[in-house]
């Protein structure tokens, strides 16, 4: 073979080249483009087509910064009539649900908001509802929930079998206090009992206003018990039984927000463009570790309650209790 057809070759393999990496390039930038746009909110929300937004409050209920930013922008948004709320969630933080409580009564002042109740709307998640205008929820539905809990171990006995011995340094006795290393004292148990008492008021308040109800009056509601959702509704804890379709329609009939809108799903978009993509991969990847510790501790038969111990706080959340 001569040196000249080496050549035509050698170009004709570059130029293949070439066409493949534009090609990977121009695919690149259009997912990325995909997920910018995608990540948020329907298309109809970019063009700005009426509409009634949805949002979904599932799993552990948190303080989140992306999520309060998002219902602060459906609350400015021209073209979202309403808002309706998805809850399917046992709790989480008491933080968590009073910051959201806060942000869907700071929407309701200028649209109407709804709640749908999925399979589990409990503490917390029962606080983002009393943030709504009008609470839907499936007939059995577990709701109710209403209390505060703060749960620590203790493993100063076992430290003592193993011969470790935790030393600590600190400005006053209650610095840290209760801890796991040491028996929790009287006065200790005391301040923390205080503190949940504090809570626990502010969310029977939560109730009695919104929900125009006197606690004591509810059979078990102040002891923290649950409910079907019939059950809540006979208590007047939730206003009708039904879906989506159900919520929807009180948001036409009730509040005149025009038929037949599309509804549309609003996510949060982490902070910054490059969070926008890689924002979804870190939760994915957290989703998936959090999903490899329930395994272990599965295998290793620890307490339910010991994926609790990750959220700081005063914590809202409900759990069925084991024998």
Do not use: C
């Given at each position: 073979?001569?040196?000249?057809?080496?050549?035509v070759?050698?170009?004709?393999?570059?130029?293949?080249?070439?066409a493949?990496?534009?090609?990977?390039a121009?695919l690149?930038?259009?997912?990325?483009?995909?997920?910018l746009?995608f990540?948020?909110?329907d298309?109809?929300?970019?063009?700005g087509?009426?509409?009634?937004?949805?949002i979904?409050i599932?799993?552990?209920?948190?303080?989140?910064?992306?999520q309060?930013?998002?219902?602060k922008?459906?609350?400015?948004?021209s073209?979202?009539?309403?808002?309706l709320v998805?809850?399917?969630s046992?709790?989480?933080?008491t933080?968590?649900?009073?910051?959201?409580?806060?942000?869907?009564r700071?929407?309701a002042?200028?649209k109407?908001v709804v709640?749908?109740?999925?399979?589990?709307?409990?503490?917390?998640g029962?606080?983002?509802?009393?943030?709504?205008?009008?609470?839907v929820?499936?007939?059995?539905?577990?709701?109710?929930?209403?209390?505060?809990?703060?749960q620590?171990?203790?493993?100063?006995e076992?430290l003592?079998?193993l011969?470790?011995?935790?030393?600590?340094?600190k400005s006053?006795?209650?610095?840290a206090?209760?801890?796991?290393?040491?028996?929790?004292t009287?006065?200790?148990?005391?301040?923390?009992?205080?503190?949940?008492?504090?809570?626990?008021?502010?969310?029977?308040?939560?109730?009695q206003?919104?929900?125009?109800?006197?606690?004591?009056?509810?059979?078990g509601?102040?002891?923290?018990?649950?409910y079907?959702?019939?059950?809540?509704?006979?208590?007047?804890l939730v206003?009708?039984?039904g879906?989506?379709?159900?919520a929807?329609r009180?948001?036409e009939?009730?509040?005149?927000?025009t038929?037949?809108?599309?509804?549309?799903?609003?996510?949060?978009?982490?902070?910054?463009?490059?969070?926008?993509?890689?924002?979804?991969a870190?939760?994915?990847?957290?989703?998936?570790?959090?999903?490899?510790?329930?395994?272990?501790?599965?295998?290793?038969?620890?307490?339910?309650?010991?994926?609790?111990l990750g959220?700081d706080?005063?914590?809202?959340?409900?759990?069925?209790?084991?024998n």
């Open positions: 073979m001569s040196l000249e057809t080496e050549a070759l050698d170009r004709r393999r570059m130029r293949r080249r070439l493949f990496w534009r090609t990977a121009v690149f930038v259009g997912l990325l483009l995909g997920a746009l990540g948020s909110e298309l109809s929300s970019l063009a087509t009426k509409q009634i937004a949805r979904e599932e799993g552990t209920i948190t303080d989140d910064r992306d309060l930013a998002m219902l922008k459906i609350r400015e948004a073209h979202v009539e309403a808002l998805f809850v399917n046992p709790g989480g933080t933080t968590g649900g009073e910051s959201l409580y806060l942000a869907l700071d929407v002042e200028k109407p709640a749908q109740f999925g399979t589990i709307a409990a503490s917390a029962y606080i983002v509802g009393l943030g709504t205008d009008h609470i929820a499936r007939g059995n539905t577990i709701t109710g929930s209403v209390g505060v809990l703060a620590w171990p203790e493993i100063s076992l003592g079998k011969g470790v011995r935790f030393n600590e340094v006053g006795a209650l610095k206090s209760p801890n796991p290393f040491e028996p929790t009287e006065e200790a148990r005391r301040v923390m009992q205080d503190t949940i008492d504090d809570g626990f008021r502010w969310f029977l308040s939560l109730v206003d919104r929900r125009g109800i006197n606690p004591q009056d509810v059979d509601l102040v002891q923290g018990r649950i079907s959702g019939r059950q809540a509704l006979s208590n007047k206003d009708e039984i879906g989506e379709a159900e929807v009180w948001l009939t009730s509040r005149n927000v038929k037949d809108l599309k509804v549309v799903n609003w996510k949060p978009t982490p902070e910054g463009t490059w969070g926008a993509v890689t924002g979804q870190s939760r994915a990847a957290g989703n998936l570790m959090l999903s490899a510790l329930a395994g272990v501790a599965d295998l290793a038969s620890l307490p339910a309650n010991l994926g609790r959220l706080g005063l914590v809202s959340v409900w759990q069925p209790a084991e």
